[in-house]
């Protein structure tokens, strides 16, 4: 009696069993979720290094203003000590035959991005009450600037809050020291981005 051929072969070709399917399906999953779960992180730390990148640019831009006033001006007039980076702090200061003068060692800060115009909005306070400047650049090269008793809403706004001491003779005799600290505000479900800078003027 002849044994055929297909008979030989089939036991080879029986398939997959459903342990195995199983097995497969545990592992491909597995292996998805961590690409996913990667991915999140990428995008998370993609936002977290742009949020950081935008309050590197605040402390520095608040560093440059502080440094362009004349080491006698209320803005900058410190004895030994001025602000605080842990609460919003405010002063009437007298330098130089100015003032009194209020000077806030705080603000808030909004970016906004629309149609390619990139907005800023600052909080000036004066008294009891705030008002917000905002500085537009256009997609044109022109710049805009308005006033409004109110702050700005609307998606896409990004609000950071600086704060900055002034310390006197610090760290030698003769100098100020000058710190400020950017703090991303209301970002839920993301974690608090914070940026301190210091520079040394006379």
Same mark, same amino acid.
């Given at each position: 009696m002849e044994t055929s051929a297909f008979r030989n072969n089939k036991a080879g070709s029986e398939g997959f069993t459903l342990l195995e399917t199983v097995? +497969?399906?545990v592992v491909l999953s597995v292996g998805l979720l961590s690409v996913a779960e990667l991915a999140a992180q990428m995008v998370s730390g993609t936002s977290r290094s742009h949020y950081s990148s935008l309050a590197a640019d605040l402390a520095s831009e608040k560093? =440059?203003?502080?440094?362009r006033w004349p080491s006698f001006d209320p803005n900058v007039y410190v004895s030994p000590l001025a602000g605080s980076l842990t609460g919003d702090t405010s002063a009437n200061v007298t330098s130089g035959g100015i003032g009194p003068e209020l000077v806030n060692y705080y603000d808030d800060i909004q970016l906004t991005d629309k149609s390619g115009a990139i907005s800023e909005t600052v909080s000036v306070v004066s008294g009891s009450t705030t008002s917000w400047k905002t500085t537009t650049h256009n997609p044109d090269g022109t710049i805009t600037?308005?006033?409004s008793t109110s702050a700005p809403t609307g998606a896409g706004t990004i609000?950071?809050?600086r704060r900055w001491v002034i310390e006197m003779d610090q760290p030698v005799t003769g100098v100020r020291r000058i710190t400020v600290l950017v703090t991303? =505000? *209301?970002? +839920? *479900?993301? +974690?608090?981005v914070t940026f301190q800078m210091t520079t040394v003027r006379p």
């Open positions: 097995l +497969a399906i560093l =440059e203003d502080l440094n600037t308005s006033t609000d950071f809050h991303l =505000e *209301g970002t +839920a *479900g993301q +974690a608090p």
